[in-house]
């Protein structure tokens, strides 16, 4: 994981919120995985929001199921130093041994909080994006339910 704060401009919220905010969609980022995809079509996950969270870099097998965009950049914080976050991602699916592991480089998207002064929705009850039922399909994965 990196030790910086995860932006990527070119894709953040049409409101421009933050461009910490990440969208990703099924034309940018989100990924082929059964975290994605469900058991069916009413379990297929079109488009997933993050919030302010960091880059990751998975070993070899690891699926990127949410891949940053090659705009993405690591700022770390207070000093302003930035690199290219191109080729890391935010959420990664992979097995070992007997079991498996999803690492999530941002808490905030599985939450459900008012945010701010104007309590904003903030996480999976932010309308328009479906992180809810990336974390249900992601139980089901890691249960073998999939």
């Not at 994981?1 to 953040?12: E, K, R, V």
């Not at 990127?64 to 690591?74: G, N, V």
């Amino acid at each position: 994981m990196s030790d910086a704060q995860t932006i990527d401009p070119a894709n953040t919220t049409p409101e421009g919120d933050s461009p910490g905010f990440i969208i990703y969609t099924r034309k940018r980022g989100l990924g082929e995985h059964a975290v994605t995809n469900g058991r069916n079509a009413a379990e297929r996950v079109g488009q997933v929001t993050t919030f302010t969270g960091q880059s990751l870099k998975g070993p070899p097998g690891a699926v990127a199921f949410m891949q940053l965009s090659d705009t993405a950049r690591d700022v770390v914080r207070g000093s302003g130093q930035n690199a290219s976050a191109a080729g890391r991602a935010q959420g990664l699916a992979m097995s070992t041994g007997k079991g498996r592991v999803v690492v999530l480089a941002e808490a905030g998207m599985l939450s459900a909080q008012l945010a701010g002064p104007n309590k904003a929705f903030f996480g999976m009850n932010r309308p328009g994006n479906d992180n809810r039922l990336l974390a249900l399909n992601i139980l089901h994965w890691l249960s073998r339910k999939i």
